[in-house]
């Protein structure tokens, strides 16, 4: 079996594009991002094609990309359609996969189906992606609450950000969870600079 992850995260812009870009660089895997709600000046298809290294056929395309940078279910009532959530069938590639979420887990995908409900159903590994700074602790404590009420696995939990060993030991023990590692702020963010701070700061095994 090849593997398969789910990226989510705490929240939106906590660095689940990044963080899936270096992974998918490091796993030479395949990355796809069901639903893009807004995508000026570029989608997160394309942020991880200018960031993974991947040649262009392992960035596969979205199956919704919304016009308005929203929550998926408002997004897609703008653009007059309604996401049908069936549809959304994570695709069969030669390789590790990749798939990262809209927003975080319970931002709704239409007025009754949330995305956890999509995870659920898939039942693939999340990899969670938190924030470091003041207020993770809570954010992503609810969010791997959130997975266990709903049955989802979860692989652990990735950090974005400045060092912050207290956070980060802190949600490992009361969440009782796998922290994977920690990809820095880089100043010059780059396929280069993401690729050798992937390789320094997280296992390759633990993606296996
Ligand atoms: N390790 C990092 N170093 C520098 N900038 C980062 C890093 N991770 C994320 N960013 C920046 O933070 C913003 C949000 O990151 P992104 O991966 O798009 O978040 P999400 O996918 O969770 O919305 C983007 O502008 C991105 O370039
Ligand atoms: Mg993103």
């Known amino acids: 079996m090849k593997p398969r992850f789910v990226v989510s995260g705490t929240d939106t812009n906590v660095g689940k594009t990044v963080f899936a870009a270096g992974l998918a660089g490091a796993l030479q895997g395949y990355y796809w991002k ?3 709600s807004g995508a000026a000046p570029e989608g997160d ?3 991880v094609m200018r960031l993974s290294g991947l040649p262009s ?3 596969l395309p979205e199956q919704y990309r919304l016009n308005a940078p ?5 997004s897609a009532e703008l653009d007059g359609i309604t996401i049908q959530p069936a549809t959304l069938i994570p695709p069969s590639v030669e390789g590790p996969l990749i798939i990262e979420g809209a927003g975080g887990l ?6 009754e189906f949330l995305q956890f409900d999509l995870y659920a159903k898939w039942d693939l590994p999340i990899i969670l992606v938190a924030r470091t700074t003041l207020g993770t602790i809570n954010h ?6 959130a997975l266990r009420m709903r049955e989802v696995p979860l692989l652990g939990v990735a950090f974005v950000g400045e060092d912050n ?3 980060m030991r802190t949600i ?3 969440g009782e969870v796998r922290i994977l590692g920690r990809l820095p702020h880089l100043p010059q963010l780059n396929a280069h600079s993401l690729r050798d701070a992937f390789t320094t700061h997280f296992r390759k095994e633990d993606f296996a």
């Open 34 to 36: 069901p639903i893009q």
């Open 45 to 47: 298809k394309e942020t």
């Open 57 to 59: 056929d392992h960035i």
């Open 70 to 74: 929203l929550s998926p279910h408002r």
């Open 106 to 111: 319970m931002v709704p995908i239409t007025r």
């Open 140 to 145: 992503t404590l609810l969010s791997i609450a």
């Open 165 to 167: 060993t207290d956070n």
């Open 172 to 174: 490992g023990e009361i």
